[in-house]
């Protein structure tokens, strides 16, 4: 079974999952047993700033305004912090340049932090086995090679035309279909 993980799955029309309506989802696992990944380009109405008042910790005045992602619609009261920085002891590689933390220990030092990049999500999008499989053999989902720099450093409303244009896709041109079969 090929893996998915790390790409990035794009939402195509078909999908009609508004969860998932335009979304760019870095997969983080995918295997026998069922897929996770994050969406990182839908912005949750919430701040770096608000969540880290709310949760008494120091933020960099520079990270106040930084949008917190709503990274998919299980667990959302759940954080996940994708980052560059490979000096924070609680990671997990994703892809080179891009590390995955799920702890408070974690995210202060990364919340403190102004010159390295972070996006930090709520929440996850999960799959039971072979679902993911499916969704794809109908064209709900478009795969594409990830890099951190795009899910870190791009412009997360932009990031899913961009993608699709990368690809060779013009995305005025995508409408709902069967897929390919």
Known sequence: MKTLAPGLLLAMPQLGDPNFHRSVVLMVEHGEGGSMGLVVNRGAPLTLGELARGQSMKIAPERDLQPVFIGGPVEPHRGFILHDND?????????????????????????????????????????????????????????????AQAILEGNPSELWGETLRGMGVDPAMLMVGKGMH
Request: hydrophobic share 40%; charged share 20%; aromatic share 10%.
């Open 87 to 147: 000096s924070i002891e609680e990671k997990h590689p994703v892809l080179p340049g891009l590390y995955l933390s799920v702890t408070l220990d974690a995210l202060g030092p990364l919340l403190e932090t102004p010159d390295i990049h972070m996006r930090f999500c709520l929440g996850y999008a999960g799959w039971g086995p072979k679902q993911l499989e499916q969704e794809m053999s109908v064209g709900s989902w478009l795969f594409s090679e990830a890099t």
